[in-house]
């Protein structure tokens, strides 16, 4: 099992920046990738961003310059850095992790921090 912490959410006017935090904890040594996922009132789940452990990362094109994934494999936690950020950005982020990208939304997740931007 695999234990995931989210911080770092919270409100922010339009142009803001927030961070993003993930801890993993349990048997991380079956974990290859991590990735943030979001959901909005209304929308469905989508990926945001995905990190493998040797630092390849993906995003979704709606936030391709503006957000960043890293992984800091020492301490077991990814961030996601979002700047520029847009009321559409507004949703609950979850963190996930597992060992394989496309099973990714079936691994294991933590319990979401919502992300509030105005305008």
């Known amino acids: 099992q695999v234990q995931l912490v989210e911080s770092g959410g919270g409100s922010v006017q339009a142009g803001g920046s927030l961070r993003l935090s993930c801890a993993a904890s349990?048997?991380?040594?079956?974990?290859?990738?991590m990735g943030w996922y979001r959901q909005a009132p209304g929308k469905q789940r989508e990926l945001v961003a995905a990190i493998h452990s040797g630092g390849s990362a993906n995003y979704v094109d709606s936030v391709k310059g503006r957000f960043t994934i890293s992984r800091d494999n020492a301490k077991n936690t990814v961030y996601l850095q979002m700047n520029s950020l847009k009321p559409e950005d507004t949703a609950v982020y979850y963190c996930a992790a597992a060992r394989y990208l496309y099973r990714l939304e079936m691994g294991y997740w933590g319990q979401g921090t919502q992300v509030t931007v105005s305008s």
């Open positions: 349990g048997s991380i040594f079956s974990i290859n990738y």
